[in-house]
């Protein structure tokens, strides 16, 4: 059995809609151990965006809590929730979310920088080799590929070697050869790393690769059998 690095309580999320409420997240229960990878799959519109926000303390639920690594979320103050997640957290996005003013190596060295690591240039030139992009390092994002792009992200959300990976449809906007060699690099990174994974994605064979899947469904989740 391992340790447990992530628990959810009894998570809501209920949003104003017109003159009404609208409940996206109806009491979401779940338990993620260390290195685990999970999968969280489902219907546009189901909530796991909401749930992956949450779960990284980006927003804040109704009611509920989230603990990263026996830590309340809940507890915390803005500032100390932003603290841990540039300590444990990292995110990939369906959208990159690259500084575009930045090059591919700056975007990788500013989560080092921010974190006060040593070496952040030499440790995020390494990360763009690993992932075959030294020969795009001064480049802008805008003058990289989808793919490329991509990489840069994974790059920079690994830098700081998090203890938690989330990734919001990390294959979502790439060709199919490229997707497979994005979730190759997630999962080697999974396994050198030990970082605990959490996917949402559309792409079966993706969430195949996960120890664990959950399916979301107008809010409710629930553990999918994984055939092994
Ligand atoms: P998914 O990622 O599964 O496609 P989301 O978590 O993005 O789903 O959204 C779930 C539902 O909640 C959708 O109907 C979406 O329009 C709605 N929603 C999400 N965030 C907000 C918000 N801040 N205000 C109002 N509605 C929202
Ligand atoms: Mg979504």
Known sequence: MGKRMIRVEKLVKTVPSGDGQLNIL????LEINTSQSAA???PSGSGKSTLLGLLAGLDTPTSGDVFLDG???????????????????????????????LTALENVMLPLE????????QRAQQLLKDLELDHRQHHYPRLLSGG????VAIARAFASEPAILFADEP??????????????????????????????????????????????????????????
């Open 148 to 151: 490329e792009q991509q990489r």
């Open 71 to 101: 830590q309340s979320l809940a507890a915390m103050t803005e500032d100390q929730r932003a603290a841990l997640r540039a300590r444990s957290v990292g995110f990939v996005f369906q959208s990159f979310q690259l500084l575009p003013s």
């Open 171 to 228: 294959t979502g906007n790439l060709d199919v050869n490229t997707g497979a060699h994005i979730s190759d690099l997630l999962f080697r990174l999974n396994r050198e790393q030990g970082t605990t994974l959490v996917l949402v994605t559309h792409e079966q064979a993706l969430a195949d690769h996960c120890e664990r899947a959950f399916e979301m469904r107008d809010g409710e989740l629930c553990e999918l059998a994984v055939a092994r």
């Open 26 to 29: 109806k009491g979401i229960d």
């Open 40 to 42: 969280i799959v489902g």
């Open 114 to 121: 921010l974190a006060g690591r040593r070496s952040p240039r």
